[in-house]
Structure formats: C-alpha cells, structure tokens
C-alpha cells in the first residue's frame, strides 16, 4: 500500500474511532490544520491482545449540505424528512500482525479494514443542546493491504447516539451511546476461522458462523481551549459473551475495552460559517 494512502487511511481511522463530533457553536465551511491522535484498543473483536495506535498529520475538513468529510468520517447527506435522513459513510480498523498476538502466531497477518455504505438515522429529540438519534448502519467491508484484499462481508450496526452541548460548562461536549454489530456475508471468517493449514494442538479448525460480533457502550468528553485548539477524550466498553463465535478457539474474551485520545489545532478555514452541523 503506498505511503500516502495509508495517511489518508490512518487520518480516517482515528476520527472514526474516537466518533468525535463537532464541538458547539457554529463551524466553518471548511477547515484545515494538524491532528494528533491515539487509541488503545484490542485486535479485533473479543481478541486477547490490546494494543496502541498513534499518529500525527495534517487534516482538512469539508462540511457541505450533501457532502461532508469531517471528525465523524467521510459521508453524503440526503434529508427525507424533518426527523429522517440517509447518509453514506466510510469507516475502517487498524491492521493486526499476528507475530503479536499469541492466539494468531503462525496465521496470516490482518490487513487495514475500509467499509463504506449507507446509514438510516432518525432524531427522536432535539432543543438548543442535546441531540439524541437511533441510526441503523449497513457497510460493505474491505481489506486493502495484506494478503487477504478484498471483500470481507457485511457488518450491520443500529446504535443510540446522544450528544450534549454545554456539558457542565460552555467549551465542553458529552458523546455518548450504545450500539450492537453483526458480521454477515462471511465476516465472522476474518476474525475467527481457523483453517486447516493454521491447526495447533492449542488451535483446532473451526469454521465460523454469520451473526452477532460484540456490543458496546461509548462515553467520549471534546474541551475546546480555545476556537482553533481542542482536545478529546473517548472510550468504549465492549460486550462479546453472547456473539455467535464464542466456541473459536480465537474467541478469548467477553469484555474488553477502547480508550483513545485525540489534539486537534486549526490552522486554516474559510469565513462561512455553517450553523447545521449534523
């Protein structure tokens, strides 16, 4: 994978990740400076191994009526109503080497994750503060590096997402939420099959099932010092004890946990101003 795109990819990673969100106030047109990011997260879904994910680099937002590529990620926008709206978005996952995780020594490595496709999202409340919508998300899932490129399958997510602006005090944003995720299309195979060839006395085959990957619970705070400085702290608690793969013998934990954190300073942006951010 060429150097570049894997900045662009990493970029996209962390603002997806994290799920921040505009801070309150209006934000411009478009905007553009540096971020810092990081996150501490497990290797994939119920994996045994956390690891650490950093990187520095330049970013540029766009926040226009259809299209948008900004803190929650690349997408297009179509109103079909006061409370409804579909969108279209990317996400992504970092690579997993499997020289460092015990459970995958000797199997292929996992390449960078790309999944695009559309989101349903309804907004059951909203005042001049708080915002509180239930989205259902479809997303076709690719790999782009390693030996595995190409189609993954299909990951199914509906989440309650609730944002508050002012929380505590004016420069301070509450995120939080809850969401459940399915692997379907032959998914689950990325994360938790074990073909023949990669057979140990402490790894039999297994041959994994479509069907539900993991839930979690999100809590994320985003302080903006100052009108081009900000700072967010994020986390989520993962829930796998009823997935549908439990019996994998790469399937080693029930619970685990996300915490990441990401400095964003703004060096450029236009003079309009949106005041819709969503």
């Not at 937002?61 to 299209?67: A, D, E, F, S």
């Not at 939420?177 to 379907?184: E, I, M, S």
């Not at 439990?246 to 990401?262: I, Q, Y």
Request: proline share 6%; charged share 20%; hydrophobic share 40%.
């Amino acid at each position: 994978m060429k150097p570049n795109r894997v900045l662009a990819l990493l970029l996209l990673l962390v603002a997806t990740s994290l799920r921040a969100a505009p801070a309150s106030g209006s934000e411009p047109l478009w905007d553009a400076g540096l971020l810092a990011g990081g996150l501490y997260s497990p290797d994939y879904p119920a994996a045994a191994s956390n690891h650490w994910n950093s990187l520095a680099l330049p970013y540029a937002y766009y926040r226009g009526q259809r299209l948008r590529a900004d803190q929650s990620g690349l997408r297009g926008r179509f109103p079909l109503g006061e409370r409804l709206e579909f969108s279209l978005g990317l996400g992504g996952a970092f690579p997993v080497n499997s020289r460092d995780n015990a459970e995958r020594e000797g199997m292929p490595d996992l390449g960078y994750l790309l999944e695009a496709g559309p989101t349903i999202g309804y907004r059951l409340y909203e005042d001049g503060a708080s915002k509180l919508r239930l989205l259902a998300q479809a997303r076709a899932v690719f790999a782009v590096s390693g030996d595995d490129r190409g189609y993954q399958g299909l990951a199914l997510q509906p989440e309650l997402s609730y944002r508050r602006n002012g929380f505590l005090r004016p420069d301070l944003q509450l995120l939080a939420g809850v969401w459940a995720r399915f692997g379907q299309d032959g998914l689950n195979r990325r994360f938790y099959e074990v073909r023949p060839a990669d057979v140990r006395p402490d790894r039999p085959a297994y041959q994994a099932r479509d069907g539900y990957q993991q839930s979690a619970l999100s809590l994320g705070l985003r302080h903006r010092f100052s009108p081009d400085l900000s700072l967010f702290l994020g986390g989520q608690l993962f829930l796998t004890a009823a997935a549908a793969n439990t019996e994998s013998p790469l399937f080693r934990r029930n619970s685990n946990f996300t915490v990441g954190a990401a400095l964003q300073y703004r060096l450029f942006h236009s003079k309009q101003a949106l005041a819709d951010q969503d």
